[in-house]
């Protein structure tokens, strides 16, 4: 997960949470969380409620936030209980169900996951994308151009066009300023004048 913080959203999980008790999970997710903020390794955080956020919606973040770690359970098995297919594990003291939140956080995280996909591939792409851009061009310049010398060319030339029209830019800034200075500097003197003839 150290490796990992820095290029990818670390959402952390427990899996196989059928083989725990209820008070075996509560009991890992808190150590889980304590290592996390010991170690400072980053995972993904919802985004912050706000002001004026509807309250379910300030609730679900908050029943999300308290969920992580998601203790999950997964099967690809189908089973009908009393009248009704489910997705779980059977066992013979009876049947563990994937969408029954008291038995399984699966139905937190994949709400999770789809409400949050945007802020996920924006954190993605704003945050982890561009440290490790900024990181190979700082250490391998070459690196991102790989065998094709011709773009590195066309970078360097679109960056002196780039240079260029900010000189331009400036140029016509300090025309505009010169032509706005002497527009007031004549109508300031026509302003003179006409006050001498009306006072001859």
């Known amino acids: 997960m150290r490796n990992l913080q820095g290029k990818v959203n670390i959402i952390p999980i427990i899996a196989k949470a059928d083989t725990l008790t209820r008070h075996e999970v509560e009991r890992l997710k808190r150590r889980i969380m304590e290592q996390l903020e010991t170690y400072k390794i980053k995972f993904y955080n919802l985004p912050e409620a706000e002001d004026d956020e509807e309250e379910g919606f300030v609730e679900q973040l908050n029943t999300l936030r308290s969920a992580m770690p998601f203790a999950v359970v997964g099967s690809t098995q189908t089973f009908e209980v009393k ?30 996951l789809i409400s949050h996909m945007q802020d996920l591939q924006e ?9 490790f851009r900024a990181q190979k061009l700082a250490t391998e310049p070459d690196a991102i151009y ?13 960056a002196e066009k780039d240079k260029e ?18 527009a007031y500097q004549g109508s300031a003197s026509s302003s003179d004048k006409s006050k001498k003839q009306h006072n001859i």
């Open 83 to 112: 009248g009704r297919k489910i997705r779980g594990r059977l066992y013979p003291w009876g049947v563990v169900e994937l969408e029954n939140q008291q038995h399984s956080d699966f139905v937190a995280l994949r709400n999770m």
């Open 123 to 131: 954190v993605t792409h704003d945050v982890h994308y561009e440290n």
């Open 146 to 158: 790989g065998a094709d010398p011709l773009q590195k060319q066309r970078d360097t030339i679109l």
């Open 165 to 182: 029209l900010t000189q331009l830019k400036e140029m016509m800034a300090k025309m505009q300023a010169q032509i706005n200075s002497q």
